[in-house]
């Protein structure tokens, strides 16, 4: 037995490949293009684990993704790999349109040729299960209930436009070719192995080397925040009992404002860390132009997953970002690794000097 998965040495691919070996023996295969939000380093320690095959290339490549399944001939395949940063999307949205829905297009063919070969039991257990985001559904009011499945989607950036065509793809391998496919649509995720361009991981380290700590606009937009194990936990569930063409809301019920988090960070550093002159982490927040077409407030109604699967976070926001912080303070290889070279290249591309 064995299951496929894509973008498994990003941030969430990566957690979900180490949690998915410490409980299972099946094989993973995992095929990564490695772009600069991919990194080995995530996978440190799997090198000679049999049970983990890494094979550096790209979704799109159609000759490689048949070759992959039709070797290992997986029962599952779980699509994680895309662009999924919004300010990357706003300075250069042809990578996204390339990757989350012409490559992502490819990959569900490839999957769909392969699957209409499979024998009828095998054709009946396979899933296809693509990882998703609320930021499909666009943006909330402040009154404004939560998220549910039913929402129209309205994206807003050239990321969640792109990861808006890709579901719709997806759904529609399922009405029109009866494709077995599951889609999750998570919340902002923070935790080990996320990749510094992203508000949390960036106010950490820019704390840590008394940088500023950049807060787009006023603050007060709010984010939904799930720790990245929690939503491991829960594809596992959707892959095991989800319903076929169905998609199903991740979230951690743990809204908060951008102002907010940081703030909880500096606080947690100023006891973990202190700085040497004895002074708040906060000081350093500083207040940096807006992004274009910011969306104010996301919030993920889970109670689908809860009530149908079972599934509920084991995280609050409190211990999971505690838990956070130290595994940055105490991973401070993996931090020089990822933060030389074309890092530097993005942050001066972004916030200037
Ligand atoms: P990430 O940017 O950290 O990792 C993406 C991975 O995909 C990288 O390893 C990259 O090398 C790989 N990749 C990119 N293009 C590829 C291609 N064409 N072929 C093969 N591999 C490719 O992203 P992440 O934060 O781990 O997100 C994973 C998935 O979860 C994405 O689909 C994203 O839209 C979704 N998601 C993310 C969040 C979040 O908060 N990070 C929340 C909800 C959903
Ligand atoms: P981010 O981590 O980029 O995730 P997303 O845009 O997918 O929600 O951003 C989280 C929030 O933090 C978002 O409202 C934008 C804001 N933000 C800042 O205020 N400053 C920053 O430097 C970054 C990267 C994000």
Known sequence: MAILVTGGAGFIGSNFVLDWLAQS????????????????????????????????????DRKLVAKLLSEHNPRAVINFAAESHVDRSIHGPAEFIQTNVVSTFTLLEEVRTYWANLAESEKTAFRFLHVSTDEVYGSLEKDE????EENQYRPNSPYSASKAASDHLVRCYHHTYGLPVLTTNCSNNYGPFHFPEKLIPLCILNALSLKPLPIYGDGQQIRDWLYVRDHCSAIRRVLDAGKLGETYNVGGWNEKANLDVVRTLCAILDELYPRADGQSYATQIAFVKDRPGHDRRYAIDAGKLERELGWKPVETFETGIRKTVQWYLEHQDWVQNVTSGAYQHWVGKQYGS
């Open 25 to 60: 023996d099946e094989l993973i295969v995992n095929l990564d293009k490695l772009t600069y939000a991919g990194n080995l380093d995530n996978l440190a320690g799997l090198e000679a684990d049999a049970r983990h095959i890494f094979v550096k290339g790209d979704i799109g």
């Open 145 to 148: 209930p939560a998220f549910r």
